[in-house]
């Protein structure tokens, strides 16, 4: 069966970085985008970016351009979200999620916390 | 970031049926396919429509989702307890190149 397997739970300080992985299983990881997407406390579902892991080709919402990079490693099919310079608005659960026009498979989310 | 519109709650008795507006301009809902989350309370989204109106599979058929011009309808029929959750539609931006979200309905079970 299809499972995305995300890292856990991160604590930072502000300005610093955070590095989330996704762990693909029980389909070809590359035939398949994987997206980022975030959630803050209560608020709605925010896309931050996605990846063809068969080419390495990424896309990033105009929101994170410069702060968030999207990165992959075929030989354990998983894919990694990087976000810089962290602030206390990033403080949110990050998904990630299998498709393109269609998200048909998430993540269990992965807890970023922003605090000082 | 653009966004999508919905309302931000919907309620109905047991029973009963809701449906949930999604609007937004051409490049988002106009010429794009239309999709539908539910997210139950903390847990990750899962998609019920996609296409439009296609049924994801195990998706039970009181979920039906609908497009016309620039504004996309999910509709719940027979609403059960089990079915209070937030629900997002969702489409790709083609003129952004970004995923584009609504900005979510509760469902409420009176």
């Known amino acids: 069966q299809v499972q995305l397997v995300q890292s856990g739970a991160e604590v930072k300080k502000p300005g610093a970085s955070v590095k989330v992985s996704c762990k693909a299983s029980g389909y070809t990881f590359t035939s398949y985008d994987l997206n980022w997407v975030r959630q803050a406390t209560g608020q709605g579902l925010e896309w931050m970016g996605w990846?063809?892991?068969?080419?390495?080709?990424?896309g990033y919402g105009q929101k994170f351009q410069g702060r968030v990079t999207i990165t992959r490693d075929t030989s354990i099919s998983t894919v990694y979200m990087e976000l810089s310079s962290l602030r206390s608005e990033d403080t949110a659960i990050y998904y990630c999620?299998?498709?393109?026009?269609?998200?048909?498979?998430w993540g269990q989310g992965t807890l970023v916390a922003v605090s000082s | 970031q653009s966004v999508l519109t919905q309302p931000p709650s919907v309620s109905a008795a047991p029973g009963h049926k809701v449906a949930i507006s999604c609007s937004g301009g051409s490049s988002m809902v106009g010429n794009n396919y239309i999709s539908w989350y539910q997210q139950l309370p903390g847990t990750a989204p899962k998609v019920l429509i996609y296409?439009?109106?296609k049924r994801y599979s195990g998706v039970p058929d009181r979920f039906s989702g609908s497009k016309s011009g620039t504004s996309a309808t999910l509709a719940i029929t027979g609403l059960q307890t089990g079915d209070e959750a937030e629900y997002y539609c969702g489409t790709w931006d083609s003129d952004l190149s970004e995923y584009v979200f609504g900005t979510g309905t509760k469902v409420t079970v009176l």
């Open positions: 296409d439009n109106g």
């Open positions: 999620a299998r498709g393109s026009t269609i998200l048909d498979y």
């Open positions: 990846m063809n892991p068969n080419s390495g080709n990424t």
